[in-house]
T-cell receptor, first 114, second 110 residues
Framework: DQQVKQNSPSLSVQEGRISILNCDYT??????FLWYKKYPAEGPTFLISISSIKDKNEDGRFTVFLNKSAKHLSLHIVPSQPGDSAVYFCAASGQDQAGTALIFGKGTTLSVSS | ETGVTQSPTHLIKTRGQQVTLRCSSQ?????VSWYQQALGQGPQFIFQYYREEENGRGNFPPRFSGLQFPNYSSELNVNALELDDSALYLCASSFAYGYTFGSGTRLTVV
């Protein structure tokens, strides 16, 4: 049973436009959410996070929105750049998870064309 | 500030063999976690070590075991390898929720 779901395996966007990546979760005990970017042959790189006490967090071109009632979060990238092309993972953690274990979604491959 | 280094980068083993993967921790991080990423999947939590003690484990059998050393580096050991163990193994060192991932070890079991 997947606790974190990224239902769109891929997304294609033109340079300069907005990229919106979505993530849904089922575990109401999750209280911290993170987004990672991964290039081939590299480990995941942290992008941005949000605590469950907030509904928005912004860092430069990246904004994460959290809708707790819908158990949904999204990552907005504005403007999108070709270098943003990568696999994006949504991850969550909570008090019922072992240690500070992260539960990942399957990822969304973002392609930004120039 | 050093990152997380994993070795080896690639490895081919035969079914039934044993393997040890290694990970160095980022300076200042006292926790290390291991994840398995199968093709087309997200990383799956294997276990976590804090100050040399296992303090969390995912849904993996006991043939997956680990160690953390006083310098916070870590090993992942897998016994009796199975074909389904073929995956990218990621190590992450952390302090609270500040995770740093290594580039991973690609294990192929034939």
């Amino acid at each position: 049973d997947q606790q974190v779901k990224q239902n769109s395996p891929s997304l294609s966007v033109q340079e300069g436009r907005i990229s919106i990546l979505n993530c849904d979760y089922t575990n109401s005990m999750f209280d911290y959410f993170l987004w990672y970017k991964k290039y081939p042959a590299e480990g995941p790189t942290f992008l941005i996070s949000i605590s469950s006490i907030k509904d928005k967090n912004e860092d430069g071109r990246f904004t994460v929105f959290l809708n707790k009632s819908a158990k949904h979060l999204s990552l907005h990238i504005v403007p999108s750049q070709p270098g943003d092309s990568a696999v994006y993972f949504c991850a969550a953690s909570g008090q019922d998870q072992a240690g500070t274990a992260l539960i990942f979604g399957k990822g969304t491959t973002l392609s930004v064309s120039s | 500030e050093t990152g997380v280094t994993q070795s080896p980068t690639h490895l081919i083993k035969t079914r039934g063999q044993q393997v040890t993967l290694r990970c160095s921790s980022q300076s200042g991080h006292n926790t290390v976690s291991w994840y398995q990423q199968a093709l087309g999947q997200g990383p799956q939590f294997i276990f976590q070590y804090y100050r040399e003690e296992e303090n969390g484990r995912g849904n993996f059998p006991p043939r997956f075991s680990g160690l953390q050393f006083p310098n916070y580096s870590s090993e992942l050991n897998v016994n009796a390898l199975e074909l389904d163990d073929s995956a990218l193994y990621l190590c992450a060192s952390s302090f609270a929720y500040g995770y740093t991932f290594g580039s991973g070890t690609r294990l192929t079991v034939v």
